[in-house]
């Protein structure tokens, strides 16, 4: 990505309808999960039709002041645009693995951690994709191979961290201040996408899409 390529288009637009749209079908699926735990959910998902049209919204807003404010600002604007792709991997994330959940009804023990490491692969792939092709606009087909040795070293060194930080908050502390089960299995989820997040930029922005 150049300096030209700071610029706002149909094209950027499209993605952030698109990011959006992603969120929106994972965040009901998320709500359907956990509707009889928290009834903030169940009014989410009564009202599923604005979460549809508003996250859309919402993500093209972002992606627009990302680009009128990064201005020349090369870092800024990636990193925008990887908070865009972010969000939309944390709630693949946390929507494969409810999802699973919703499926066996097991929200705990060695299932669960396949269940994260089900929902965790799918979001890095979908992550994978948006920051080579988007975020930073690595489109040289010259280093895919390197690109790809370097993607999987991040990506086995992600999954450890967010796997581990996840089963330690589920398996070994347990759930907390009178939560159930299945809210705290969301909590390591979305624990452990906090924990990664750093080393995902750092890993994508510096050793697999570095030019």
Known sequence: MTIANLYYGRSEFAKGIILGLISAVFIIIISDSLKTDVGFFGLLLEHKIIILFSLPALLTIWVYSVYRLAHRWLTALQLGKFIAVGQS?????????????????????????LFKCISFICALLHSFVWNKFWSFECDDR?????????????????????????????????????????????VGVLSSAIFSIIWDFYGFKVLVFKK
Request: hydrophobic letters at 60%; proline letters at 1%.
């Open 89 to 113: 991997n944390a709630a693949i994330d946390v929507g494969i693995t409810n999802l699973l959940i919703i499926i066996t009804n097991i929200d705990s023990g060695w299932y669960y951690l």
């Open 142 to 186: 010259t280093k895919v191979a390197r690109q790809f040795v370097m993607f999987v070293i991040v990506a086995v060194i992600a999954l450890l961290v967010n796997v581990v930080t996840a089963h330690i908050i589920v398996n070994i502390i347990g759930p907390q201040w009178g939560l159930s089960s299945r809210i705290w299995a969301t």
